[in-house]
Nanobody, 124 residues
Framework: QVQLVESGGGLVQAGGSLRLSCEASVRSFTSYSMGWFRQAPGKERVFVAAINWSGSVTNYEDSVKGRFTISRDNAKNTVYLQMNSLKPEDTAVYLC?????????????????WGRGTQVTVSS
């Protein structure tokens, strides 16, 4: 089991930026693909971005392409989500998730470990 702790959320105006971090407590961080999901009030949890074990392959949900960047630092057991040009519709709780193995998925069910999330609020 991977313990995941997110940080970096907050309140920002539309057009602003935030960088989320997710630190993993696990011995073999490179055995996991990592993902970010988000859940807005009253809505289902949805995929945002994912990154493979080495950081060489990434995948994004269409609405965040060109604005968000996922990256990882395997020496620090940390994955990041740089969010630029934020919009009010990006407001949500952002959750980090870990998927064991080298396959990278967009499906919530494929991620076995989850953080508690960090709140991102974008004001108009």
């Amino acid at each position: 089991q991977v313990q995941l702790v997110e940080s970096g959320g907050g309140l920002v105006q539309a057009g602003g930026s935030l960088r989320l971090s997710c630190e993993a407590s696990v011995r073999s961080f490179t055995s996991y693909s990592m993902g970010w999901f988000r859940q807005a009030p009253g809505k289902e949890r949805v995929f945002v971005a994912a990154i493979n074990w080495s950081g060489s392959v990434t995948n994004y949900e269409d609405s965040v392409k060109g604005r968000f960047t996922i990256s990882r630092d395997n020496a620090k057991n940390t994955v990041y989500l740089q969010m630029n040009s934020l919009k009010p519709e990006d407001t949500a709780v952002y959750l980090c998730a870990a998927q064991w193995g080298f396959t990278m998925s967009r499906r919530e069910v494929d991620f076995g470990s989850w953080g508690r999330g960090t709140q991102v609020t974008v004001s108009s």
